[in-house]
């Protein structure tokens, strides 16, 4: 019977979701090239800054989410699902 893996990712994200996406697209590769069928992302996965007023007011709506688009191409690309 085969087994299921999970991975859970653990960082700390940076102002920009670029500077985030470079940090953790290389660790969701890891992830699946070490089985990892479903990876975990912690709360604010792909940026944080402070004030939180002024990081909400500039936050993309899902739809048109770059960074989304870049965690879901990742994701197919290497097979597994992301939960984030």
């Known amino acids: 019977m085969p087994g299921f893996c999970y991975a859970n990712l653990q960082y700390t994200s940076h102002a920009t979701e670029e500077a ?3 940090r953790v697209l290389p660790m969701i590769r890891k992830a699946a090239e ?22 909400l007011a500039t936050a993309e709506p899902e739809a048109e989410s770059r960074a989304l688009d870049r965690l879901r191409d990742a994701a197919a690309s290497h097979g597994s699902w992301l939960l984030i």
């Open 34 to 55: 070490g089985g990892a069928d479903l990876i975990g992302l912690p709360e604010c996965a792909t940026r944080i800054d402070a004030p939180r007023p002024e990081m």
């Open 20 to 22: 985030t996406l470079d």
